[in-house]
């Protein structure tokens, strides 16, 4: 059936993760250690390509990317995202082990990748993806909100993996 509705079914490992990370970027835990640990107002420089929102992929999608592909550019985009975000923050701020028990989440799923062949990762996606880790693409950057990053991030997550992880919005 998944295979009908063009959905590559994802691995049980995985699957596991993002139920994790789903419980970690509950609402009321971004709110917290996201904007009201933070000044009012404050943005994090990130490069244009490391917003990833659901109406990018929405649009990829028609542009017939494999799901697998998607799943690989989300992890890459929230992973730097994260990152990004920890950049900023002194080791003594409250939001500091939160996000570094994402970072370790991101690291496993990582691993979880490391184990599958992301052979059939179109161009358009290993572009994205190159993009977001070059050193030299500072000059295509924005300011965005923490919280807003990791808004996205589960947003664009239970688009991924909801149907393939059984991933129920709580």
Known sequence: VLAVLGLEAAAPGECELTR?????????????YMKHYFPIDYTVQVQYEEVLRPSNITRLRNGTVSEAALRYLWFHVS????LRIREVLPEKHPSWKYTQELCQLFDALGEEYSKYQQTD?????????????????????????????LDNCLKVMRMLYGVPCELGIR
Not at 124 to 146: C, M, T, Y
């Open 20 to 32: 994790l990370l789903q419980d970690k970027l509950q609402y009321e835990m971004r709110l917290q």
């Open 79 to 82: 992973s730097q995202a994260v």
């Open 121 to 149: 990762v179109e161009t358009v996606v290993a572009d994205l993806v190159k993009l977001i880790h070059s050193a030299g693409a500072e000059s295509r950057s924005k300011a965005v909100r923490p919280k807003a990053l």
